[in-house]
């Protein structure tokens, strides 16, 4: 699993290089280009995981809203003949921990990559403004620790999602402001594994559902 993401990544880097590197841009498009802090929330069903953890003391279990912080990049690029909207993302999930009982603590945490080529501008025309509609693929990691006394034990949960995303973004001098609503459909094994020999379990999760993020960074209009 580990080479699959690193072959996606290497090509996903490789085909907005590849389109970069052609000067015969489309004349009377708008383009932006955009480098930029990103914040948000993440909202997913965890109710089988916390019903196992639940187990283990009184406690809710994790919040199915989770929060995330990262990095954003926006690359557009076009031929006199296509037209392609690069957007790269990389997003680390903020751990939750959580204690069950008198003896078990638990700690939730991950992160996730976002790619998408392809993105309908339908500001096309307006330097400053962009409101684009594109599909996606992330691919991440969710990881849960258990600590009781004397042991601890990891799981992991790899998904990769494809997702469709509803981008605003304005630029004004060479400050870029901007917010996304998407929402993930997660085709991989939802099963958490163990990677420590734990002798529990905790069910299924998929990462599928919807989120929202802010952003604030650099950026040029063209």
């Not at 993105?119 to 684009?132: C, V």
């Not at 849960?144 to 004004?172: D, H, K, Q, T, W």
């Not at 001098?173 to 917010?179: D, Q």
Request: glycine share 10%; with cysteine.
């Amino acid at each position: 699993m580990r080479n699959f993401i690193r072959i996606i990544l290497l090509l996903c880097l490789f085909s907005i290089h590849l389109h970069a590197q052609n000067t015969d841009m489309r004349a009377g498009t708008a383009d932006q280009r955009a480098f930029m802090l990103a914040g948000g929330i993440f909202i997913t069903d965890l109710s089988e995981l916390n019903a196992h953890v639940s187990s283990f003391g009184n406690t809710s279990g994790f919040s199915s809203q989770w929060f995330l912080s990262g990095l954003h990049l926006i690359w557009p690029t076009a031929t006199k003949y296509y037209e392609w909207k690069g957007m790269l993302g990389f997003d680390v999930f903020i751990p939750q921990l959580i204690n069950a009982g008198d003896t078990a603590q638990f700690t939730l945490r991950g992160w996730h990559f976002m790619s998408s080529l392809f993105a309908k501008d339908l500001f096309r025309r307006n330097t400053k403004l962009a409101f684009e509609i594109a599909p996606g693929i992330e691919w991440g990691k969710a990881k849960l620790r258990m600590e009781l006394p004397g042991s601890e034990f990891r799981y992991s949960n790899v998904f990769i999602a494809p997702f469709a995303r509803m981008e605003f973004r304005y630029i004004i001098k060479r400050v870029a402001i901007g917010i996304r609503a998407c929402y993930r459909f997660d085709l991989t094994d939802p099963l958490w594994r163990e990677k420590t020999g734990g002798i529990y379990s905790f069910g299924k999760t998929r990462f599928a559902g919807p989120g929202v993020q802010l952003f604030i960074g650099l950026g040029r209009a063209s």
